[in-house]
């Protein structure tokens, strides 16, 4: 065959961004796209616990043979720990090793496809990360939103978004963040998530946790709460997890899908179909970067200097964050700039238009998406004043459409 006449694929929406700033020539530009965690100095270091464990497991190894389908129990276990504590009486959770936390969706969606039967609904909160999209459509599931962020003052729109998730039907999925929402920072409190779970017990469908960042909102013990509160109340559900995030091992893939069925038999079934499922997407699991986080989740000491150098970054943000409402403060005092405070994790959705993000790009070099979402640590003692000089003159230049 001959392929026939084709377009270029639309750029990603975060990824084509970095891809366009890279080629961009101008010295100060400055990409705050990427959800990449980048220290005062603008770079992405390798945390000394991961150097450890690294150095330790390149030691020891004997042999880059496959991994098993779901990986080393050991890291399932360290993984479920990490969320749930000493998970001895857990007996119906089950955990599969997956390439990052997007691999661990992709695992989740066609799992919940294939025992749920095709042709299911995903409901996404609006706005969400854009991926998520693609993977739910991709295992074959028409998409839908619910309500979640209220622009006006800045928090979470509870009842209209309880009023939409009464119209998800059993079997459909609904994404949730645990924390640090992906892009506006707004959270959910713990007795949301109570309610969650009576809504889906009642409904039928069922919540799908994209715990991406934990440890960048609070401690871990702290934001994986939400996590602790749907086991409790005896919910089914799906928790994908990145360590991305919070071991810096972005290129390294290391996420894990937790399933929490109703008894051990089922959990152990679901399994089943989950590395059935992973066996045709990727066959195996990446094994390297797992086993860094397995040896850091298992042994005391890398454990307690890892949980240093999470809070460490925790401390970053929190003061990058504070740092940018106080600059746009500064320059902009006719605008309540609060909410960039009470926002969470890494990222800050800023109120700004894709007419303003459009200008900051092409009349400044500063990369963010269309929707306004801002990475607060891309932001450094030495460009802080540079970016809120420009969005104070995008925001007194650029009429809305």
Same mark, same amino acid.
């Given at each position: 065959?001959?392929?026939?006449?084709?377009?270029?694929?639309?750029?990603?929406?975060?990824?084509?961004?970095?891809?366009?700033?890279?080629?961009?020539?101008?010295?100060?530009?400055?990409?705050?796209?990427?959800?990449?965690?980048?220290?005062?100095?603008?770079?992405?270091?390798?945390?000394?616990?991961?150097?450890?464990?690294?150095?330790?497991?390149?030691?020891?190894?004997?042999?880059?043979?496959?991994?098993?389908?779901?990986? !080393?129990?050991?890291?399932?276990?360290?993984?479920?720990?990490?969320?749930?504590?000493?998970v001895e009486g857990v007996a119906r959770v089950r955990v599969i090793c997956a390439p990052g936390g997007t691999g661990a969706l992709r695992v989740g969606a066609e799992l919940i496809a294939t025992v749920a039967g095709r042709g299911r609904t995903a409901w996404?909160?609006?706005?969400?990360?854009? +991926?998520?999209?693609?993977?739910?459509?991709?295992?074959?599931?028409?998409?839908?939103?619910?309500?979640?962020?209220?622009?006006?003052?800045?928090?979470?729109?509870?009842?209209?978004?309880?009023?939409?998730?009464?119209?998800?039907?059993?079997?459909?999925?609904?994404?949730?963040?645990?924390?640090?929402? +992906?892009?506006?920072?707004?959270?959910?409190?713990?007795?949301?998530?109570?309610?969650?779970?009576?809504?889906?017990?009642?409904?039928?469908?069922?919540?799908?946790?994209?715990?991406?960042?934990?440890?960048?909102?609070?401690?871990?013990?702290?934001?994986?709460?939400?996590?602790?509160?749907?086991?409790?109340?005896?919910?089914?559900?799906l928790v994908a997890v990145s360590f991305s995030k919070n071991m810096g091992l972005y290129r390294d893939r290391v996420g894990a899908l937790a399933i929490v069925a109703r008894d051990a038999a089922t959990a152990e079934a679901l399994l089943s179909h989950a590395?059935?499922?992973?066996?045709?997407?990727?066959?195996?699991?990446?094994?390297?970067?797992?086993?860094?986080?397995?040896?850091?989740?298992?042994?005391?000491?890398?454990?307690?200097?890892?949980?240093?150098?999470?809070?460490?970054?925790?401390?970053?943000?929190?003061?990058?964050?504070?740092?940018?409402?106080?600059?746009?403060?500064?320059?902009?005092? !006719?605008?309540?700039?609060?909410?960039?405070?009470?926002?969470?994790?890494?990222?800050?959705?800023?109120?700004?238009?894709?007419?303003?993000?459009?200008?900051?790009?092409?009349?400044?070099?500063?990369?963010?998406?269309?929707?306004?979402?801002?990475?607060?640590?891309?932001?450094?003692?030495? +460009?802080?004043?540079?970016?809120?000089?420009?969005?104070?003159?995008?925001?007194?230049?650029?009429?809305?459409?």
């Amino acid at each position: 065959m001959s392929w026939p006449s084709v377009q270029p694929a639309p750029a990603d929406p975060i990824l084509g961004l970095t891809e366009a700033w890279r080629a961009d020539p101008n010295p100060r530009k400055v990409n705050l796209g990427v959800g990449v965690f980048q220290d005062e100095h603008g770079r992405t270091p390798v945390l000394p616990s991961v150097k450890a464990a690294e150095t330790a497991l390149v030691a020891a190894e004997t042999t880059k043979n496959y991994w098993p389908i779901a990986g !080393d129990p050991e890291y399932g276990r360290r993984v479920a720990e990490m969320m749930w504590g000493d998970v001895e009486g857990v007996a119906r959770v089950r955990v599969i090793c997956a390439p990052g936390g997007t691999g661990a969706l992709r695992v989740g969606a066609e799992l919940i496809a294939t025992v749920a039967g095709r042709g299911r609904t995903a409901w996404l909160s609006r706005p969400t990360w854009p +991926n998520h999209r693609g993977i739910f459509a991709a295992a074959g599931f028409a998409v839908r939103e619910y309500a979640y962020y209220e622009a006006a003052r800045g928090g979470v729109d509870r009842e209209a978004m309880f009023a939409a998730l009464q119209q998800a039907r059993p079997g459909d999925a609904v994404v949730l963040h645990a924390g640090c929402h +992906n892009p506006t920072g707004t959270d959910l409190e713990l007795e949301d998530w109570r309610r969650i779970a009576a809504v889906a017990l009642d409904q039928g469908w069922l919540p799908v946790v994209d715990a991406a960042y934990l440890g960048f909102g609070g401690t871990i013990e702290e934001d994986a709460a939400p996590l602790r509160a749907l086991l409790e109340t005896g919910v089914d559900f799906l928790v994908a997890v990145s360590f991305s995030k919070n071991m810096g091992l972005y290129r390294d893939r290391v996420g894990a899908l937790a399933i929490v069925a109703r008894d051990a038999a089922t959990a152990e079934a679901l399994l089943s179909h989950a590395r059935a499922a992973a066996r045709v997407l990727y066959s195996n699991p990446p094994a390297h970067g797992p086993q860094i986080a397995m040896r850091i989740l298992g042994d005391r000491l890398l454990r307690e200097m890892w949980t240093r150098e999470v809070a460490a970054m925790r401390e970053r943000l929190a003061r990058a964050r504070e740092s940018f409402a106080e600059a746009l403060t500064v320059r902009l005092p !006719d605008r309540d700039w609060s909410f960039i405070r009470r926002q969470r994790g890494m990222f800050s959705y800023t109120g700004l238009t894709r007419a303003h993000a459009e200008w900051l790009r092409e009349q400044r070099s500063i990369y963010m998406t269309g929707d306004g979402r801002v990475n607060v640590v891309g932001l450094t003692p030495v +460009n802080l004043d540079y970016v809120c000089d420009s969005i104070a003159e995008a925001l007194q230049t650029v009429r809305p459409s």
